[in-house]
């Protein structure tokens, strides 16, 4: 049986050129780890794979989910771990690639009995944080589990939500979930090869990262997130619409009001 090869790194790392050079000397087939590549339309702001890419090589998880949906780590580890015995049974290698790393760790190590949503005690925290702001969330976070506090930007919204509501709910940190449970519910998959794409120069990826927002200004990606809010059924609360770069646009667009963003900016 073939083995499992993985390349991760930070948004920009040069993952996907590494992914394809890959592809072009070995049978593999790529089975994305992005928390961002698995919904429809949302294509530019997530930097998907373009079609003549995808074309090189069999690519899995992009395009599978609508925004509307909620995808979670528990989804990704079901499809992934069956993508992966599929891929082996054709012959061929699986070649993770993304930065999601609480996927990677989901796979690599097991998933933790973290306690499931609940729309009560998450609505009531949103309403918290309408009225307070995200820092003062971050601020009560800190009282009730500083590990995970100090690792989160004052700015997650996502992750300081999910972190108040697992307090609630259980009456203990993330943090003792994730450290101190034991892996469950499906054999965890150890890579044979991990590439781990870390610039050592921040600099440079902080460039990189800007002239990629730029190509993807350029591309349209504000009139595709103007797409996405003009279905109707789709808001900034979703984990679709917390995606990195989609949440600030968003944002910018609902403070531009009926003035073109650029003026508002």
Not at 93 to 121: H, I, R, W
Not at 153 to 177: K, Y
Not at 233 to 259: H, I, K, T
Request: aromatic fraction near 6%.
């Amino acid at each position: 049986m073939r083995p499992v090869l993985a390349i991760a790194g930070p948004t920009a790392s040069g993952k996907s050129a590494a992914s394809l050079a890959i592809a072009a000397r070995w049978p593999v087939e790529i089975v994305s780890v992005d928390s961002a590549l698995v919904y429809r339309g949302m294509d530019i702001g997530t930097a998907k794979p373009s079609p003549e890419e995808m074309a090189q090589v069999p690519h899995h998880l992009i395009d599978i989910t609508d925004p509307l949906n909620a995808y979670s780590a528990a989804d990704f580890v079901r499809d992934a771990t069956r993508l992966i015995g599929e891929i082996q049974a054709r012959g061929r290698t699986p070649l993770l690639v993304g930065g999601t790393m609480l996927y990677f760790k989901a796979l690599m190590q097991g998933l933790s009995d973290m306690p499931p949503a609940d729309p009560a005690v998450r609505e009531a925290i949103e309403a918290r944080a309408r009225a307070q702001g995200w820092p003062a969330m971050h601020a009560e976070l800190a009282k009730v589990d500083p590990t995970t506090a100090e690792r989160l930007s004052p700015n997650d919204s996502q992750r300081i939500q999910r972190a108040l509501e697992v307090f609630e709910v259980s009456g203990q940190p993330i943090s003792a979930f994730q450290t101190g449970q034991s892996a469950s519910h499906h054999n965890p998959i150890a890579p044979g090869a991990l590439l781990s794409l870390e610039p050592t120069d921040r600099a440079w990826l902080h460039e990189r990262i800007a002239q990629r927002f730029d190509a993807m200004l350029a591309a349209g990606f504000i009139d595709e997130v103007k797409a996405l809010r003009a279905r109707g059924d789709l808001n900034p609360e979703l984990p679709s619409m917390r995606c990195v770069g989609y949440r600030q646009a968003w944002e910018a667009l609902d403070a531009a009001g009926d003035q073109p963003l650029t003026e508002a900016q």
